[in-house]
């Protein structure tokens, strides 16, 4: 075992590869190369592959939490609604390989990625909450941001929007008509 590698460090070694390279590209042997160490030693701090793409999207996903929590902090309404959809972007942006671990847990029911994920559900949530929806139409209306901001954010990875147009420009918008609506109370149960 390499002097002074421990699980925090092949962790953050591995976000540096899905960063990097893709998270596609996470490999055990990749791992084990930038460390400069044998895959049997990587065993000492992960248990597989399983275990270290787990690791990362847990990782990943609480810092997704971190910087919503943050955007949102002295926030309500529909400014915090703005803020958190505009953090969840800007950490696509700057993160996209440890966005993409957040989404392909080896188990997306696993009890602690669940875990994981409520934590940022409750962060959504609470900023809904001037809005008064019933419980039904708070799951609808997390729903549909989520949808929104991942749909700009995987399209604008990939390239997607190449017609001169401000990008940011487009999500305000966009987000503003959808708060419109809730504002409106389209949402069929909105007091």
Do not use: C, W
């Not at 440890?98 to 080896?106: C, F, G, I, Q, T």
């Not at 729903?143 to 487009?170: C, K, P, Q, T, Y």
Request: zero cysteines; glycine letters at 8%; hydrophobic letters at 50%.
């Amino acid at each position: 075992m390499r002097q002074g590698l421990d699980r925090t460090k092949v962790l953050l070694a591995a976000a540096e590869i899905a960063e990097a390279q893709g998270f596609e590209q996470l490999t055990l042997a990749a791992l084990a190369q930038k460390l400069g160490v044998k895959v049997p030693s990587l065993y000492n701090h992960v248990k597989g592959l399983a275990d270290l793409r787990k690791a990362l999207a847990l990782m990943a996903i609480d810092r997704l939490k971190s910087v919503m929590l943050e955007a949102a902090a002295g926030r309500s309404g529909e400014a915090a609604v703005l803020a958190v959809a505009e953090a969840y972007i800007r950490f696509v942006r700057e993160h996209p390989g440890l966005y993409e671990a957040s989404l392909r847990p080896p188990d997306p029911l696993d009890p602690e990625v669940a875990a994981h994920s409520e934590g940022v559900l409750a962060v959504v949530a609470r900023v809904f909450e001037s809005f008064h929806l019933a419980e039904d139409d708070l799951i609808h209306a997390i729903r549909g941001l989520r949808s929104l901001v991942h749909g700009f954010a995987s399209i604008e990875l990939l390239n997607g929007f190449n017609l001169g147009l401000d990008v940011d420009e487009s999500v305000r918008r966009v987000l503003e008509t959808y708060l419109r609506g809730l504002r409106r109370g389209d949402a069929p149960n909105a007091t």
